[in-house]
């Protein structure tokens, strides 16, 4: 199964690493890729501006009911949700998750949904966990999950948590993202993931420490 629909979900510190995967994207890539950024209600997104000049294909917000199409990325606008409803693109103004409005989880839960296998979820830089329990429904309905490695990330909570609640296929650096999603669109299949991946006793979010005790 060739992976064509990339859900991104991203917070503090996610800007740059947004920046670095969609460098590693290609022009022709065989798939669609729908972004969330926890930003501010009050604010103009320029989101869409920064990853058009930052990578290979076009960066635009999401509007209701556009079609989906390859080789765009869709971002969340500010104050709405985006999701995946019926092969289309759906922005609603619904109750907030995880405090964010756009939150992750709506948009890889959605996805999920509507595109079963077809889906892979990424979780990048970002605080808290929002992105954790979308992923795990990715992974319920047969996509792939990736995540940004901690270590590498400007603020490694969104990518710990999402370690310690799912069974992720992918840690990678968010420089070597990009390629990997690449391959999973084109192939269904990508370089093999290597060992579990696992965190250092001191590195666990401290929530999960507490839950083994």
């Known amino acids: 199964m060739k992976h064509d629909i990339i859900v991104i979900g991203a917070s503090a510190g996610g800007i740059e690493a947004l920046q670095q995967v969609v460098r590693g994207l290609t022009p022709d890539l065989p798939a669609s890729v729908f972004v969330v950024l926890h930003i501010p209600p009050w604010h103009r997104s320029a989101l869409p501006e920064i990853l058009s000049r930052s990578g290979p294909i076009p960066a635009v917000p999401a509007s209701p009911d556009q ?15 985006l999701l995946l409803e019926d092969g289309k693109v759906h922005v609603w103004r619904g109750p907030k ?6 939150a992750v989880n709506p948009l890889f839960r959605s996805a999920a949904v509507d595109f079963k296998q077809r889906v892979t979820g990424v979780v990048l830089s970002g605080t808290l966990d929002d992105g954790a329990t979308g992923l795990w429904w990715v992974k319920r309905y047969g996509g792939a999950a990736v995540v940004q490695d901690p270590r590498t990330a400007a603020f490694p909570d969104m990518p710990r948590n999402a370690l310690t609640q799912v069974d992720v296929d992918y840690v990678r ?5 990009g390629p990997l999603l690449v391959e999973l669109a084109t192939n269904g299949t990508a370089i093999q993931a290597g060992p579990p991946f696992a965190l250092r006793p001191e590195e666990e979010p401290f929530e999960w420490k507490r839950n083994r005790l």
């Open 67 to 81: 079609p989906i199409e390859p080789g765009r990325i869709y971002v969340a606008p500010p104050d709405h949700h």
């Open 97 to 102: 998750e995880n405090t964010h409005r756009p």
């Open 173 to 177: 650096a968010a420089s070597d993202i």
